[in-house]
DNA sequence: GTCTATACACCGATAGAC
DNA sequence: GTCTATCGGTGTATAGAC
């Protein structure tokens, strides 16, 4: 039924977050879900590409009904952003959790899936704009902002993982919404 | 030769850089330096992982010669900064090569690279906040935009890829030195 | 110092029994 | 819908010739 794939699809999520589009082979999704190879190609009929597919687009929708959601909520700007940022620290479990955009943005991930990890990022800078230019901002500060908020999301992903430790993630996310929204 | 040798890791950086550890197969590694697997083997004693960390040094190496170093000159703290981004423009090739730090921190290569991928993020945000204390900023405000900088620079590097757009990474490299010394 | 040849484990993928 | 068994290919690593 539908609604095992979908446990199936959400046991993936870390395999391929964590390993990258080559380094989650079928071992490693095997024993993730507790499924024999044969199993899997049940479910999956391209194979891994079809199962990494199947991951990329949960983990689009979860971004978008629990990231993107709040963003388009009528609260106010400040509010908005204070919830996508309450989020996000659940998302990526205070920067523990690499995020896939990233991982499959390198190697042979890269060339399979670009057009979807473009349009993500292009998604969530889109939310941002919107929520600053509604906040007075204009369209041209809006749009660098929005920039700005991802790419320090982005970054203090790397940093929080290749220092391991939460701080600098928690940080970042905390002191976002203020600074978004002061003025130029 | 030893100069050989340097050569042939000049040759394994982009490899590693762009595929990381698991997916630096040895076909590729052949490809990109032109010798056989057992040459490979002849030079670096422990395999890939002595390949890896050959790359991991020689990267530092270049890092601190180029990036680090004129955050120590006795130039004024403005200037400093901008030599820095504008070294890490071309360390980087305006954002289009991944940081291996990155790359590095996902997978099998996190367990075996933690040690040196976090003591190179560490002296990287000393040296950043030597500077900006040398500009009159205080000891903490210097440590959190020491580490603003390099999260922004490693975000830059993810959206960059991910949009595949040179743009933010140049931008946030142009606004950095200001950014980090305005007044609080 | 480079090569060919080879070892053996693991890769993604499929066939066919149940 | 899951399994075992197996395919051809590729993975890392090594032996030994030149």
């Known amino acids: 039924m539908a609604i095992d794939k979908r446990e199936i699809v ?4 870390p395999v391929f977050r964590h390993y990258g589009y080559e380094g989650a082979t079928l071992s490693r999704i095997s024993k993730a879900t507790g499924l024999g190879r ?9 194979g891994k590409q079809g199962m990494a597919e199947a991951v990329l687009s949960y983990l689009n929708e979860c971004f978008d009904a629990t990231i993107l959601e709040p963003l388009r909520s009528s609260e106010e700007p400040i509010e908005r952003l204070k919830a996508m940022s309450d ?7 205070h920067g523990q959790n690499s995020c896939i955009l990233s991982t499959f943005s390198l190697g042979e991930g890269r060339d399979l899936f670009h057009a979807q990890v473009q ?13 600053l230019t509604v906040a007075g901002l204009s369209k041209n500060l809006a749009r660098q902002r929005a920039e700005d908020a991802v790419i320090e999301i982005q970054g203090a992903l790397v940093l929080t993982r290749g220092l391991n430790c939460t ?18």
Chains 1, 2 share one sequence.
Request: no cysteine; hydrophobic share 40%.
């Open 10 to 13: 959400r046991k993936l999520v």
């Open 119 to 131: 349009q993500a990022l292009k998604t969530w800078v889109e939310h941002l704009a919107e929520v």
């Open 38 to 46: 044969a199993s899997l190609y049940h479910h999956f009929s391209r």
């Open 87 to 93: 989020r996000l620290n659940q998302f990526y479990n």
């Open 167 to 184: 701080d600098p993630f928690e940080r970042v996310l905390q002191q976002l919404p203020d600074k978004l929204l002061k003025s130029a």
